[in-house]
């Protein structure tokens, strides 16, 4: 079973950046689809990006494309989301998935992690 482990939110200024990392136990981490997903206080979650298990297919939220690019890397186990221009909207709290069906809007993500807090000021 996967287990996973968010880290580098925070706060940051309107067209900043960050780089958040997503560590995954387990021997099956290459063989799993991954998910970045934010929630916003009050509004449902959504889907950010994915990327396929060899890293060779991604996908995009519209509201992100062009500023955010999703990675991976399987001999380290790690998924990252770069931010870039950061807007004040992007602020949520950011969780990363994995499934072992796929990696889009619509996949049956089975595994969470516990998230990592995204603050961006005006």
């Known amino acids: 079973q996967v287990q996973l482990v968010e880290s580098g939110g925070g706060l940051v200024q309107a067209g900043g950046s960050l780089r958040l990392s997503c560590v995954a136990s387990g021997r099956t981490f290459s063989s799993h689809g991954m998910g970045w997903f934010r929630q916003a206080p009050g509004k449902e979650r959504e889907f950010v990006a994915g990327?396929?298990?060899?890293?060779?297919?991604?996908s995009y939220t519209d509201s992100v494309k062009g500023r955010f690019t999703i990675s991976r890397d399987n001999a380290k186990n790690t998924v990252y989301l770069q931010m870039n221009s950061l807007k004040p909207e992007d602020t949520a709290a950011y969780h990363c998935?994995?499934?072992?069906?796929?990696?889009?809007?619509?996949?049956?993500?089975?595994?969470w992690g516990q998230g990592t807090q995204v603050t961006v000021s005006s």
């Open positions: 998935a994995a499934s072992a069906a796929g990696w889009g809007p619509r996949t049956d993500f089975s595994v």
């Open positions: 990327i396929s298990p060899t890293g060779s297919i991604t």
